[in-house]
């Protein structure tokens, strides 16, 4: 069976440019995170979706940030105007239920961003 | 508010020695969960173990075994006969019912390295 998968796997942006990065979750997961992963670091929470509501984005660091899942399977985490320090790892998982440490999440390979 | 400290940045054994990764988290919350992921080099983080804050019993799977105490907000992880392939960065996460179980707090990490 798949498992997550996020494309592109690499992403090198000019400073300002827009970016798309795409999330494909396990077939059937209600679940969908996203984290942000710095160098060195471990992953912080961007923003949860349940199907197709968002239902979280505190973690979304400003307004150039956004994030869809429309129906509830692929999403898609869009960053407008891109910065250096949007330069990170980015995370996706899924999990088969509701939000809540009883389920564990799927992580995908990441998408290596890296802003020029 | 919730923290995950993971003090050891970097560990480095000898193949078969024992190996401890020390994992101490902070919450306001009676409720919660507390997880252990490894991230090889490869990127995907992958799930090993989590523990509710009602079960306190340590668990041993394999050359794996966790001490969760709470009097100490601990949750140590143990490498026994360590390998290369154990070779990884590993992080350890709290999930408390206040934030919804929408936001998985993870530490640091502490990359380990085993050499043959």
């Known amino acids: 069976g798949a498992g997550v998968s996020q494309s592109p796997r690499y992403k090198v942006a000019k400073r300002g440019q827009d970016v798309a990065l795409r999330c494909d979750p396990i077939?059937?997961?209600?679940?969908l995170f996203w984290y942000q992963q710095a160098l060195g670091q471990g992953p912080e929470f961007l923003t949860y979706?349940?199907?197709?509501?968002?239902?979280?984005k505190s973690g979304l660091p400003s307004d150039r940030f956004f994030a869809e899942r429309p129906e509830g399977s692929v999403s898609t985490l869009k960053i407008q105007r891109t910065q250096q320090e949007d330069s990170a790892v980015y995370l996706c998982?899924?999990?088969?239920?509701?939000?809540?440490?009883?389920?564990?999440?799927?992580f995908g390979p990441g998408t290596r961003l890296t802003v020029l | 508010a919730q923290k995950v400290t993971q003090a050891q940045t970097e560990i480095s054994v000898v193949e078969k020695e024992d190996v401890t990764l020390d994992c101490v988290y902070e919450?306001?919350?009676?409720?919660?969960?507390l997880f252990w992921y490894k991230q090889p080099p490869s990127g995907e983080l992958v799930f090993l173990i989590r523990?509710?804050?009602?079960?306190?019993q340590n668990e041993i799977s394999g050359r794996y075994s966790w001490n969760f105490q709470k009097s100490t907000s601990s949750f140590n992880f143990t490498i026994t006969a360590s390998q290369v392939v154990d070779s990884a960065v590993y992080f350890c996460?709290?999930?408390?019912?206040?934030?919804?179980?929408?936001?998985?707090?993870f530490g640091a990490g502490t990359r380990l390295f085993v050499k043959a």
């Open positions: 979706f349940q199907n197709e509501a968002q239902l979280d």
């Open positions: 998982a899924s999990s088969p239920g509701l939000a809540g440490g009883y389920n564990e999440q799927f």
């Open positions: 919450t306001r919350d009676t409720t919660y969960y």
């Open positions: 996460a709290l999930e408390d019912s206040r934030t919804g179980g929408f936001k998985t707090i």
């Open positions: 077939s059937g997961h209600v679940s």
């Open positions: 523990r509710n804050s009602f079960d306190e």
